[in-house]
């Protein structure tokens, strides 16, 4: 009998596949939607500490070799998205990650309290939105005192809620930021985020994204997220959400033996449709059976075996 | 036309419509199916959702109105001036085999409809065009209509041109006539006694729910065209996921048909924001 749950930090995932955040996670409607095409957990799109709109179209389009994205955090603040937590809370029959981010660290504190109040099974710190640095300046989690500090106070806050870190490739090291979050208290990591990059429109002669810089996301990046996974697996002991062009059960395996616990599907949507949560299990459930493996657990990691 | 990066191509001729709405010519052949709209990026501004029309092949359209900063960008524009395109995208009409179908449009919801016409009248299905507008003026398409053989049915508001009230009315009073029923209306005086096999509406929502009501009442299949903010336009962002089916307008939608209508609650009551912010439409009160 093939076992495809997970064990997340404690939170017990029916199949590895999470809905990444920023994608499809608008309203609680949306990721009931997702959770009917198959996912073990699903992640809203990140809530801030007030509303923001975020940048002016074009905020996302498809490339030859992925997603590029500069939607710019657009959400209705922590006050305005109360009910859409507690909604989809009480809706969802899976596990619900509240991502959040802010400016400062007290307005980091200021909402993941008032979030760990609606018992989100997991909450992740969004410290790593590559597109919005004109306003919320530096990413937190390209700096290993600011991931501390960041992490450690919002410890305090947020009880015995498990609580991720979303960590970016865009660092001289990742395990550096990895280690500093498991010391600060981090129950578990997610990484990657989107890769910061730039395409330019040669007819109209400037950057497509009307931020310029956007985050790469899709097939393009998957071998940066899982040598990030590959290398944190070694540096920390807590769990990892392995995240980064995940298209295929393939793919998502790839990241479960480079250390990964669970996997993290966003931009795959575009490519497979809303139900690659279910193909992706599925996938995986076949190679398994393939491959002799009776859990997740069993591939967890083996590459660093051979 | 692939679904990547925005395709680039250069105005090729503009068709003032009246005052506030211009038309705005390409030429690429666009395969889109009658329905589907183009994700448009007015350089330095903005890229928003419009409805995809064409009328001779080789070449297609937008038509838009001045109402913000973007798309008075692109009023100001010339022909030659390059604008980007993404898509086609969404889900399409369907039309049945024969009969007598109704498109109930208002606003700038003639643009999503045009080429639902015209296929309509290629296969010799009989098109009843129930077009409505604020003047005489704003009545979009009225030339190109008649080209394709449609029977129009004409309102203003302001009494410029046809009957004065809304559209809605007329199509209301045209289907009772068609049923036999006296209402001292003059809509629908004289006309054929087929009721409408299926029926189409794009244009302002509590037109759209109006529609729908009538529809249901007198049994009439019917499709609408549900607009909701968009980003991506490519089904991943959810901005445009509605309640509480969490259906995409942008791939599940935004044609959508009134059975399937049924299930979406938020229809005629609110739409989301570009953060996301559910905002209730004035007329709702709950």
């Not at chain 2, 030339?143 to 199509?171: C, P, R």
Request: aromatic share 8%; hydrophobic share 40%; with cysteine.
């Amino acid at each position: 009998m093939i076992d495809l749950s997970v064990n997340l930090a404690g939170i017990q995932l029916k199949n590895p596949t999470i809905l990444a955040s920023g994608i499809m996670g608008v309203s609680a409607s949306s990721l009931k939607f997702v959770e009917e095409n198959g996912a073990g957990a699903v992640t809203i799109k990140s809530i801030g500490h007030n509303e923001r709109f975020g940048h002016h179209n074009p905020t996302v389009y498809a490339w030859e070799k992925g997603i590029h994205n500069a939607v710019g955090l657009s959400n209705p603040g922590i006050d305005g998205s109360k009910d859409k937590i507690q909604k989809s809370i009480k809706i969802l029959k899976i596990p619900f990650i509240g991502s959040m981010f802010a400016d400062t660290i007290s307005n980091f504190v200021m909402v993941a309290e008032k979030m760990a109040v609606l018992k989100p099974a997991i909450i992740e710190l969004n410290l790593s939105c590559p597109n919005t640095a004109d306003d919320l300046g530096r990413m937190y989690a390209s700096d290993v005192k600011m991931t501390y500090d960041v992490i450690s106070s919002v410890k305090k806050v947020v009880g015995n809620i498990p609580l991720f870190a979303k960590l970016t490739a865009d660092v001289t090291d990742i395990t550096e930021i990895g280690k500093s979050a498991e010391s600060a208290g981090a129950d578990g990591l997610t990484a990657i985020n989107t890769v910061s990059g730039i395409n330019i429109d040669t007819k109209l002669k400037r950057p497509i994204l009307t931020n310029k810089v956007g985050g790469l996301s899709g097939p393009a990046i998957r071998p940066i997220g899982v040598r990030a996974v590959y290398n944190l697996y070694k540096a920390v002991k807590i769990p990892i959400i392995g995240t980064g062009g995940i298209n295929t059960g393939e793919d998502a395996i790839e990241f479960i033996m480079a250390g990964a616990t669970a996997v993290g599907i966003g931009s795959g949507i575009y490519y497979r449709g809303i139900d690659i949560f279910k193909k992706v299990t599925t996938e995986i459930e076949e190679f398994m059976k393939k491959e002799g493996y009776n859990s997740i657990e069993e591939m967890r990691g083996v590459a660093h075996k051979n | 036309m692939n679904t990547e990066k925005p395709l680039i191509l250069p105005i090729k001729n503009i068709i003032t419509e009246n005052e506030r709405v211009k038309t705005f010519v390409f030429e690429y052949e666009m395969d889109f199916a009658p329905g589907q709209f183009v994700m448009t990026w007015i350089p330095g501004y903005d890229e928003k959702p419009f409805g995809l029309v064409s009328r001779v092949p080789g070449e297609f359209m937008i038509t838009v109105a001045a109402v913000g900063e973007s798309s008075k960008a692109l009023h100001n524009m010339n022909v030659g001036d390059l604008v980007g395109f993404r898509g086609p995208f969404g889900s399409t009409f369907s039309l049945p085999e024969a009969g007598s179908i109704a498109l109930i449009a208002g606003g700038y919801g003639m643009a999503s409809l045009f080429n639902l016409a015209k296929e309509a009248r290629e296969k010799g299905i009989d098109v009843h065009v129930f077009l409505g507008a604020r003047t005489k003026e704003e009545l979009l398409y009225l030339d190109w209509m008649k080209e394709l053989g449609a029977i129009l049915h004409v309102s203003t508001d302001d009494g410029s041109e046809g009957y004065k009230g809304f559209n809605v009315q007329v199509f209301s009073d045209v289907i009772l006539a068609k049923a036999g029923i006296q209402t001292g209306s003059p809509n629908g005086v004289g006309d054929d006694k087929v009721i409408f096999t299926k029926a189409y509406t794009v244009g302002p929502e509590i037109m759209e729910m109006k529609v729908a009501d009538i529809c249901y009442q007198n049994n009439i299949p019917f499709e609408v065209s549900l607009e909701r903010y968009m980003k991506c336009g490519i089904g991943i962002c959810g901005s445009c996921s509605v309640d509480p089916v969490g259906w995409r307008m942008c791939a599940e939608g935004p044609v959508i048909d009134g059975e399937k209508l049924k299930q979406i609650t938020e229809f005629g009551k609110y739409h989301r924001t570009a953060s996301g912010k559910v905002e209730n439409y004035p007329w709702n009160k709950d």
